[in-house]
């Protein structure tokens, strides 16, 4: 009796990305509605470039400008973690259960909730709290611009052959060159959102700026 051929399956089974066209809609569809609502049909110029006196809606504006940061963020660097952590993975909300996207969402999430929320306090407690609504409005405008290009990876990530592993390395110089940026345009910013004494200008750099960031590279990559 003739032995059966062996048939390998060389069909390529494509990887479905929807979700993060979703998301990117969903972050273009609340810039639309911050620039005509909230910013009452300002130009992308005229957003750059107010001034903390002329501004308003500053709070809005910058809640919504971090929520598409959170999510962009997320979508882009969660297909690198390694692993969702079992206690996160047993868990289930309204009966699903945390990929990695999910569990980057959170992680991120609560980076930012808390260094926000120790922010807040970190500058009431110097007795400098008035400076602190400075301080978001002006990252607000680093965040929004950040936020634009991480939409623009997230789109040749997903969407161009790129090799992820080889683009990793990539991925850390850029972050690496946007936080040092980000240090030296709080540090001499004209707005002077930090505090005027240096020895508070470091505390809070180590304390509020490199800190968290390395609790959060400990909940995705370890």
């Known amino acids: 009796m003739p032995s059966s051929p062996n048939y390998i399956n060389y069909v390529r089974i ?3 990305n929807d979700w993060v066209i979703f998301i990117l809609i969903g972050c273009i569809f609340l810039y639309v509605f911050m620039m005509n609502i909230v910013e009452r049909d300002a ?3 005229d957003f750059l470039l107010q001034k903390y006196f002329d501004a308003s809606n500053n709070l809005p504006s910058w809640i919504i ?4 940061t959170t999510l962009t963020l997320s979508a882009l660097i969660s297909q690198y973690i390694p692993v969702v952590p079992k206690f996160i993975a047993d868990l289930h909300i309204l009966g699903y259960q945390l990929n990695k996207f999910g569990y980057t969402l959170l992680a991120v999430m609560f980076f930012y909730l808390i260094k926000s929320t120790l922010g807040f306090l970190f500058y ?3 007795g400098d709290g008035k400076k602190w609504t ?7 405008k680093f965040y929004f611009i950040l936020s634009f290009l991480l939409i623009i990876l997230c789109v040749s990530h997903y969407y161009f052959p790129v090799d992820r592993n080889k683009i990793f390395i990539y991925y850390f110089f850029f972050f690496s060159f946007v936080f040092i940026f980000k240090v030296f345009f709080y540090l001499f910013h004209k707005n002077k959102i930090l505090p005027e004494k240096w020895y508070y200008k470091f505390l809070y750099i180590c304390t509020l700026q490199i800190a ?3 609790l959060l590279w400990k909940l995705l990559f370890f």
């Open 14 to 16: 494509p990887e479905n």
């Open 43 to 45: 130009s992308l110029k």
């Open 65 to 68: 400008t971090s929520c598409v």
């Open 124 to 126: 009431q407690s110097i």
């Open 134 to 140: 400075i301080f978001y409005f002006t990252s607000t």
């Open 212 to 214: 968290p960031l390395l």
